[in-house]
């Protein structure tokens, strides 16, 4: 089964090309990839062209999935499985996209038995099992430093283990203690700042102050998107996330 997997992902990066639009979307969006070298930069090509052949893209209410937002938001999330392996995404098959921010509601359980309903904006969502849900505007031009697709993609590696709590399935020779001690004091950290919502001095984005979860989907896409800051605020964190990803866009 694996052959014939690994042959028609081969055929179709041959046959697919990732359009010259979705490149400079995702090039603005990731500065580091303009660095790539040519045959990184095709491999990159080849694991989007299989996720495009792999996954349903839908659009709700009233989005035109078109070939420049299919393209840009597959091009972004292979750069988190380029080394890990596209087969990190096997346990989800779609990819929901909105015209812009949507209202979410929420219903959860909480430990004394009392359902709540949530209800806020977002611009991204990862349910366990279920699709990968993106505000098309967003995952087409994120703010500077932020990426919503690799956001995401970062919770559906996170729930490899089963659930979001800021550690996914390590790679060989990456321990627990290693990651628990680069991870723990730097989300209390930004914990401090998610409390305070001092957006402006923070050395990421606050909202990875929100829960471990949240810490490894902001610190992901910033590793990504502005890989210095991640390195300067939290060095150890980016030495983790570096062997986590086996590469990096630096
Ligand atoms: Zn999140």
Redesign the pocket.
């Known amino acids: 089964m694996r052959w014939l997997r690994d042959r028609r992902r081969r055929r179709v990066a041959r046959r697919y090309r990732v359009s010259a639009g979705a490149w400079s979307r995702a090039e603005a969006a990731l500065p580091g990839l303009r660095r790539m070298q040519p045959a990184q930069r095709e491999r990159l090509a080849a694991t989007a062209a299989a996720l495009i052949d792999e996954k349903r893209f839908e659009g709700l209410a009233g989005v035109e999935v078109d070939r420049l937002a299919v393209d840009t938001v597959a091009l972004q999330a292979a750069v988190p499985v380029l080394e890990l392996g596209l087969d990190w995404y096997a346990p989800w098959t779609t990819v929901l996209l909105y015209p812009a921010g949507f209202i979410a509601t929420h219903e959860y359980e909480d430990e004394d038995g009392i359902v709540h309903i949530e209800e806020g904006p977002l611009i991204?969502?990862?349910w366990e099992g279920g699709p990968l849900v993106l505000s098309l505007e967003d995952a087409l031009a994120p703010e500077p430093g932020s990426s919503v697709v690799i956001?995401?993609c970062?919770?559906k590696l996170d729930m490899g283990q089963g659930t979001?709590n800021g550690l996914p399935p390590l790679p060989q020779g990456m321990t627990v203690e290693e990651w628990s001690a680069a991870f723990l004091p730097a989300f209390q950290t930004m914990e401090g700042y998610a409390a305070e919502e001092q957006e402006g001095s923070a050395p990421i984005d606050p909202?990875a102050g929100?829960d471990p979860?949240?810490f490894f989907?902001?610190a992901s896409e910033t590793f990504f998107a502005d890989p210095r800051r991640l390195r300067r605020a939290f060095p150890a964190v980016y030495e983790q996330l570096r062997r986590f990803y086996g590469w990096s866009l630096d």
């Open positions: 991204g969502e990862a956001h995401e970062a919770h979001v909202y929100q979860g949240e989907a902001v």
